[in-house]
T-cell receptor, first 115, second 112 residues
Framework: AQSVTQPDIHITVSEGASLELRCNYSYGATPYLFWYVQSPGQGLQLLLKYFSGDTLVQGIKGFEAEFKRSQSSFNLRKPSVHWSDAAEYFCAVAQSNFGNEKLTFGTGTRLTIIP | DTGVSQNPRHKITKRGQNVTFRCDPISEHNRLYWYRQTLGQGPEFLTYFQNEAQLEKSRLLSDRFSAERPKGSFSTLEIQRTEQGDSAMYLC??????????FGPGTRLTVL
């Protein structure tokens, strides 16, 4: 069964500093990988996704993520965080065959931004 | 494109009561998903529709839970004889093709 591990429950970063959120997945075949962001009272918003091809994926709001098959990782990065980036971030994996695209989420990483 | 909408946004009920939630997907999205999110956890898959057909149900979906999607448009999720353990955020998502799911704001259920 597929699974996702986000080892950092809570991260605090100064505004303007760089950010990396970790994600490790377990899946037998080539996974579909996603990062979502959830702000209080809001639904989940897709930041970026990886299906195949270039392992460095660009997303919205200046985020990027790199797929590393050898490490089973899909870490999210941003070179300079803004106060508005404070939110909960979820990594997710889906099976790579159509007809069964249910998402398996990690437990999330809460990001706090300090001035 | 008005996004996925869910109603109600909040529901408080007493243990043993039945509740029903509604999800209106983005127009023409043929795939619809229900997830449940408890405090401090990521969303967990409950069930999935392609058009009106319910193609998969999680083991989390006990006999007290039922979901429908008549005519392949909106969907309802009903919980019968609610228990305190049912308290959670219930999220709905829709997708045109399965490669990206668009989430609604969720329905927060509190069972007293």
């Amino acid at each position: 069964a597929q699974s996702v591990t986000q080892p950092d429950i809570h991260i605090t970063v100064s505004e303007g500093a760089s950010l990396e959120l970790r994600c490790n997945y377990s899946y037998g075949a080539t996974p579909y990988l996603f990062w979502y962001v959830q702000s209080p009272g809001q639904g989940l918003q897709l930041l970026l996704k990886y299906f195949s091809g270039d392992t460095l994926v660009q997303g919205i709001k200046g985020f990027e993520a790199e797929f590393k098959r050898s490490q089973s990782s899909f870490n999210l990065r941003k070179p300079s965080v803004h106060w508005s980036d404070a939110a909960e971030y979820f990594c997710a994996v889906a099976q790579s065959n159509f007809g069964n695209e249910k998402l398996t989420f990690g437990t999330g990483t809460r990001l706090t931004i300090i001035p | 494109d008005t996004g996925v909408s869910q109603n109600p946004r909040h529901k408080i009920t007493k243990r043993g009561q039945n509740v029903t939630f509604r999800c209106d997907p983005i127009s023409e999205h043929n795939r619809l998903y229900w997830y449940r999110q408890t405090l401090g956890q990521g969303p967990e898959f409950l069930t999935y529709f392609q058009n009106e057909a319910q193609l998969e149900k999680s083991r989390l979906l006990s006999d007290r839970f039922s979901a429908e999607r008549p005519k392949g448009s909106f969907s309802t999720l009903e919980i019968q004889r609610t228990e305190q353990g049912d308290s959670a955020m219930y999220l709905c998502a829709s997708s045109p093709s399965g490669d990206e799911q668009f989430f609604g704001p969720g329905t927060r259920l509190t069972v007293l």
